[in-house]
């Protein structure tokens, strides 16, 4: 056996059900390598090693205690987008206006993965707020690419992607409101999944657009991310927008078959500017499942260019509403004056926040307000309404959509940060499943001539996730580009 | 279309946010611009549309109104920047 740290999820499982190896063992090794790759790639906001340990004894009791039925995933370590509530560790959400909160419960859909015996590592880093593709907006600084640290991971979760990618964790969440799960897995070379709205619970997300936010997973292959979403998906009452609807079983066949899978391949999506390698990249992918026994079907998703604007006055309008809490009177930082309740407001929103989370507020205030209502935000939810229409019109001819995760590779740090629209257009093709409510699951295709991944992403109807993990899980059975690791110890001299 | 600063304002004022001189031409121009961008929905005919404020299809659940646990007030406290005999303390909110 190699080192702990190049395990996946179930091979880790395995060596402690078996007694190879120790939790202890497994979490130091994680840790370790944190402590080796961090300064590299600063993929974490908060770390909890001290706690970590202290789960893997009690986990390594447990497994001696109970080794016919212990918890499924007991001492196997894990990792937190810090925008998600864990009791006991800030939750910074990658803001400065929440550095100092201590959340006193932790969200459901982490629970249900601490109930099954997960060991949290630590807080991974986020663009602020999750608002933004490349973590270049979070507070505490940027995380970088580990096929490149001139490169950025991609955004939101680019901390959870890149610590999964340089195996400083086996998996670890992440959340998608307009790409943030699949995003960074295209940029990393991991293997995500944006679950249909509804699917896990959003109790103890920290709200950025309540209509489009999921809580997901990251890892390194489709088996892993199944079996992580298992025990994270289902029902929560105190989620209104949680559906009450069984979870199947995600256990994945030995030799799923393609045959008669319909895949369709929108046009839409394979446009003039894309890069030539992400294009290639993910046709091959396409051609390689049709030699497994899927029909390529040519398909149209008519409104998918109006989906930029759509979700950039959306998810504006609804971060506004949610923002609005962050006011210096029950957690965080407080600034202004003493005896001016409209100083503390205004002084503790402008310092606290962001430039990019200041902007979106700005635009989505603006999109509310009287007069432009009905010209802004009342209309972009009109043609969502088309923007769903066409995926249900696509999934009466076709079982799932293949198509590109983003038009490029992983871009250079600074490129987009001076121009919020360039930036916007990163996330052109995983807004409109965000619109849609759809699950996608991504993963890597290929690598570019600089050596970095490429993402395709794999769309189906709502509560498909079952389908698309078979689908993703056939693939990755006979190819091998998930197994490709970054040498992110070689000294980067791009770097 | 082009923002002016006054509506700038106009929009921090209402979103709470004190901003800079800087900051407000600075986002007057990119708000523009992304105004600008978002004009092209115009081209979709849209009148016989219905707005889609959520995917899910289902109606809002309404949970039993019984009485439950809530947090403790110290633990809910903790994260408070001021606090005064176990409530959040705030400046004068009437008069001054």
């Given at each position: ?78 990792a937190v987008k810090d925008v998600l509530c864990l009791e006991g560790l800030p939750c910074t959400s990658g803001s400065k206006i929440l550095e100092s909160f201590i959340p006193p419960f932790t969200a459901t859909a982490v629970q249900r993965i601490l109930d099954a ?379 | ?96």
């Amino acid at each position: 056996m190699g080192e702990l740290t190049d395990l996946t999820l179930h091979e880790a499982r395995n060596g402690l059900l078996s007694g190879a190896f120790s939790s202890r063992e497994l979490v130091e090794a994680h840790l370790q390598r944190i402590d080796l790759l961090e300064p590299r790639l600063h993929a974490f906001i908060t770390l909890a090693p001290e706690r970590a340990l202290k789960n893997a004894d009690e986990a390594d009791r447990i497994l001696r205690e109970n080794n016919t039925d212990p918890p499924p995933l007991i001492g196997l370590p894990i990792a937190v987008k810090d925008v998600l509530c864990l009791e006991g560790l800030p939750c910074t959400s990658g803001s400065k206006i929440l550095e100092s909160f201590i959340p006193p419960f932790t969200a459901t859909a982490v629970q249900r993965i601490l109930d099954a015996g997960a060991i949290p590592l630590g807080k991974t880093n986020t663009d602020e707020f999750a608002m933004g593709s490349s973590t270049e907006n979070s507070a505490y600084g940027p995380t970088h690419n580990p096929w490149d640290l001139a490169h950025v991971p991609g955004g939101s979760s680019g901390g959870s992607a890149a610590a999964v990618a340089a195996r400083m964790v086996p998996v670890a969440f992440g959340t998608d409101t307009g790409g943030s799960i699949r995003q960074p897995c295209a940029y990393c070379g991991t293997t995500g999944i944006k679950p249909t709205y509804g699917r896990t619970s959003r109790y103890g997300l920290v709200a950025y657009g309540s209509s489009l936010d999921t809580v997901g997973a990251i890892t390194r292959n489709v088996a892993d991310v199944a079996l992580l979403f298992q025990y994270m998906a289902g029902f929560d009452p105190l989620d209104a927008t949680s559906i009450a609807r069984p979870v199947p079983e995600y256990a994945l066949l030995k030799s799923p078959s393609l045959d008669g899978l319909r895949i369709g391949v929108p046009g839409e999506y394979f446009i003039e500017g894309i890069q030539p390698e992400v294009e290639s990249a993910v046709l091959g992918a396409i051609a390689q499942m049709e030699t497994q026994g899927a029909v390529a079907v040519p398909i149209s998703l008519p409104h998918t260019h109006f989906a930029l604007p759509v979700y950039y006055l959306i998810a504006p309008a609804e971060a506004s509403a949610n923002l609005a809490r962050y006011d210096g009177v029950r957690f965080g930082p407080r600034l202004g004056s003493e005896d001016d309740l409209w100083e503390m407001f205004t002084q503790t929103r402008g310092n606290k926040f962001g430039a990019e989370v200041k902007r979106r507020i700005m635009l989505g205030t603006y999109a509310l307000s009287a007069g432009y209502y009905d010209a802004y935000y009342n209309k972009a939810q009109k043609v969502r309404t088309l923007i769903k229409a066409d995926f249900d019109q696509a999934f009466e001819q076709v079982d799932v959509i293949a198509a590109p995760v983003a038009p490029t590779t992983a871009f250079k740090f600074g490129q987009h940060t001076d121009d919020p629209l360039a930036m916007y257009l990163e996330d052109v093709f995983t807004l409109p499943a965000n619109l849609a409510g759809v699950p996608g699951l991504a993963f890597p295709v290929g690598y570019d001539k600089k050596g970095l991944p490429v993402g395709m992403q794999l769309m189906g109807p709502n509560f498909s996730e079952a389908r698309l993990f078979q689908v993703g899980h056939a693939y990755q059975l006979e190819t091998q580009w998930h197994q490709q690791w970054p040498m992110v110890e070689k000294p980067n001299v791009d770097f | 279309m082009r923002l002016s600063i006054e509506e700038v304002e106009h929009i921090a004022a209402l979103a709470r946010l004190a901003l800079t001189d800087a900051e407000k031409r600075q986002y007057a121009d990119q708000l523009s611009d992304i105004l600008d961008y978002a004009a092209r929905l115009k081209e979709l005919d849209t009148d016989l549309i219905p707005p889609t404020a959520s995917v899910l299809e289902m109606t809002l659940r309404l949970r039993e109104d019984q009485a439950r646990q809530g947090l403790d007030r110290t633990v809910l406290l903790k994260n408070a920047p001021e606090k005064l005999e176990d409530q959040f303390k705030v400046p004068p909110v009437l008069g001054g």
